[in-house]
């Protein structure tokens, strides 16, 4: 009986590399290696370039202070920030491929006629006032920065993006923390900071500090929209008042205003999606106990709570009387300088504007080119119109209104709550809040160094869910 199973077993032909159905398996598994491999390359490829963008902010800032500066100064004015910033633009254009479909974006568009229209200003610039063009190109680092819509357009298609905040936010913790000592001892903890010593109505003197924060104030915006959304947790309370206070103590009004007007504004969204209208009760609730939280808080671990207090409050009314009496030195300093942009600009060529004037970067030589110097960095949409001229300042209105519509529309659509989402409403909030608030009349997305401080960020995302929402049939 042994025998006849062994021979019947002999008798039997052994499958072959070449049968179809063990070829088929065989394929399957070198797929699913193949996959793999793809998926771990691309999830190094994505770490590497939030490792980039996170090394430029980290280093641009000088927030950590753990490189003297006069170590990664390459040459004059240059900084291996500077050389971060150049590599990460080229090679999110050698990698266009990547994320192709996103850089034809419709939403695109407008963003990349503006970039255009930066480097034709640099050009013409380069021509009319006769300066150095490569050592001018890199004084106009700031300019560039408005170019990194590239490296996140590619971070957000390889699906960086939550690796970069994970790493941001332990810098972000010390930064803050760090921050609140430095503002209360008026010791700078922080590097490149700059710190003031300004006296309040009642003979209060504060230290103000400015810079430094590395984005807490996202965090802190962060764990508010997820408590709105989602749920709300006790113990981040700490970690709200952590972000928070630096602000608090920057004693910086336009700032606690947009605070509470991007909170609101989150509730408002959040309400209108779940079309229920009864849930803001439960929100108004979260944020009376986020309030006394971080009253608690301010009170029990700083020092001289009272005093602080009191400075808040002489703060929050400075300049009252001022108003009521047509006076007050920021209102007249705005007027001036809007008048001296404006001026400027009628002056010269009233659809290019001045353009890269060598002002910006070597300094001003007389007492009226002091008040345009100035002028330039203190207020908006004069400085758009005098350096970029009437071109200019339609290209940043258009920006303006344009973003606002297509956020708004992706908000109203979405029945997600996610970091996308998040970043798209805190776009939104900016451009509404520019529009409508701002007390020295800003209202363009753009500034002198192009795109503010964000956008770069928040634009990407927008372009990023706007083509997945197409893909979906969400938006058709």
Excluded at 9 to 28: E, F, L, T
Excluded at 208 to 231: A, M, N
Aim: charged fraction near 15%; include cysteine.
């Amino acid at each position: 009986m042994l025998k006849a199973a062994v021979n019947n077993w002999k008798g039997k032909r052994m499958p072959v590399i070449g049968n179809s159905a063990v070829k088929a398996d065989r394929q399957n598994i070198l797929y699913s290696e193949n996959y793999i491999k793809a998926d771990l390359v691309l999830s190094l490829k994505a770490r590497i370039l939030a490792l980039g963008i996170f090394l430029f902010y980290f280093i641009e800032n000088g927030t950590m202070g753990i490189i003297p500066q006069k170590y990664y100064t390459v040459y004059r004015s240059m900084r291996l920030s500077d050389l971060l910033l150049y590599a990460l633009i080229i090679y999110s254009f050698f990698k266009y491929k990547e994320y192709k479909n996103l850089f034809n974006s419709k939403l695109l568009i407008i963003i990349k006629i503006y970039l255009f229209y930066l480097l034709f200003q640099f050009f013409v610039s380069y021509l009319r006032y006769d300066f150095n063009p490569i050592e001018y190109f890199f004084r106009l680092k700031g300019i560039w920065t408005s170019f990194l819509i590239f490296p996140y357009l590619l971070l957000l298609k390889r699906g960086g993006l939550p690796f970069l905040i994970k790493i941001i936010f332990p810098v972000a913790l010390i930064s803050n923390l760090l921050y609140i000592i430095t503002a209360l001892t008026g010791v700078p903890f922080l590097p490149d900071v700059s710190i003031i010593k300004q006296r309040l109505p009642g003979d209060i003197e504060v230290y103000r500090v400015f810079g430094g924060t590395f984005y807490g104030e996202l965090y802190f915006l962060g764990i508010v929209y997820y408590w709105i959304t989602k749920k709300f947790r006790f113990w981040q309370i700490g970690l709200v008042a952590l972000f928070i206070i630096p602000h608090i103590l920057a004693f910086g009004r336009l700032a606690w205003i947009g605070f509470a007007f991007t909170i609101i504004l989150m509730i408002l969204l959040n309400s209108l999606n779940k079309r229920n209208y009864q849930i803001l009760f439960k929100q108004a609730v979260i944020l009376i106990i986020m309030g006394i939280g971080i009253t608690i808080i301010f009170m029990k671990f700083i020092p001289e709570s009272d005093f602080y207090i009191d400075a808040l409050s002489a703060r929050i009314f400075q300049g009252q009387e001022d108003v009521k009496h047509d006076e007050g030195t920021y209102g007249t300093r705005v007027i001036m300088q809007n008048n001296a942009l404006v001026n400027l600009w009628r002056n010269s060529d009233i659809f290019l504007g001045v353009g890269f004037h060598p002002m910006w970067v070597i300094g001003p030589d007389s007492k009226e080119e002091v008040i345009i110097y100035s002028a330039f960095c203190d207020v908006t949409w004069p400085s758009v119109l005098a350096a970029y001229g009437g071109i200019g300042i339609f290209l940043a209105v258009f920006i303006q209104f344009y973003f606002i519509f297509y956020s708004f529309k992706i908000i109203k659509k979405s029945s997600q709550v996610n970091i996308y989402t998040f970043l798209i409403i805190l776009l939104f909030a900016k451009l509404i809040f520019d529009l409508t608030v701002g007390f020295s009349i800003v209202f363009v997305s753009t500034g002198l160094w192009g795109f503010f401080s964000g956008l770069n960020i928040y634009i990407p995302v927008l372009v990023y869910i706007y083509d997945n929402y197409k893909k979906q049939g969400i938006l058709n």
